[in-house]
């Protein structure tokens, strides 16, 4: 059964999913649709075009869909999807694409702490973790169980890649390569995210892969390519070592070193 309490103003053309609960204050808008077993704690705001999956908690102040805040938009449609089981702590801030029929896409799982913030057109992937103020400028790519730390900041058009780690109060203006831990400011790679990487259970193997490749692109006196050379030449093929080559060959902004 659905629940609507009575001080929520729900347009009339949001589509509302079985199960969900809709608590006082909150406000969703027009265009606005909102999947089963939903929580909205109160004075949540959904602004549309907005589709949520299911399973999703919102808690109080957050504020999901608005419009873009890049200074190129001029109200064209422009979307936001979120898929199923994400937990929206107080004050997060979510907003959509910039261009007209752009979206910003969240994934399954995601856990996003107080006051954290993910901009127009940016593309986050599943069981992410975003600690407190961990924000994302407009058009970042977040890969699937990276972690942000709290008070962190990501420059736009940058990627974060699966299984990295960025400390506390970290400037990101580069890539930050997968299964690496990034921290300071500016940035620097500190070594690859070994505790994270044996809590999801990757093997002594993967991680001894890792640890080679961490060797050659940071502590050689080679340069990237020259490295990424030497990777692929030298180590074996693996899943994380040619999902790693693999993210550096495609980075715009070159990789934090």
Known sequence: MTLIHPSA??????????G?????????????????????????TIAGPT???PGNTFYPYTSIGQRSQDLKYAGEPTHLE???????????????????????VIGNHGNFLAYSH????????DHVIFSNNGTLAGHVLVEDYAVIGGLSGVHQFCRIGRHAIIGG?????????????????????RGVNQ????????????????????????RSNLNVKQACGQIASEIATAEV?????????????????
């Open 9 to 18: 103003v729900v347009d009339a053309s949001a589509v509302i999913g079985e």
């Open 20 to 44: 969900t609960e809709i608590g006082p204050f909150c406000h969703i808008g027009a265009h606005v649709e909102i999947g089963s077993e939903c929580r909205l704690l109160g004075h949540v």
């Open 51 to 53: 589709k949520i999956g």
């Open 82 to 104: 979120i898929g199923a089981g994400n937990s929206f702590r107080e004050f997060c801030t979510v907003n959509r694409g910039t261009l007209p029929d752009t979206r910003t």
């Open 118 to 125: 993910i901009a127009h057109d940016c593309t986050v992937g």
């Open 169 to 189: 109060c970290t400037k990101i203006v580069q890539d930050v390569p997968p299964y690496m831990i990034a921290d300071g400011n500016p940035a620097e790679i």
């Open 195 to 218: 505790v994270g990487l044996e809590r999801r259970g990757f093997s002594a193997g993967d991680v001894r892969v890792l640890r080679e490749c961490y060797r050659l692109l940071y």
């Open 241 to 257: 070592r040619d999902h790693l080559l693999d993210f550096i060959e495609k980075s715009q902004r070159g990789i934090v070193r």
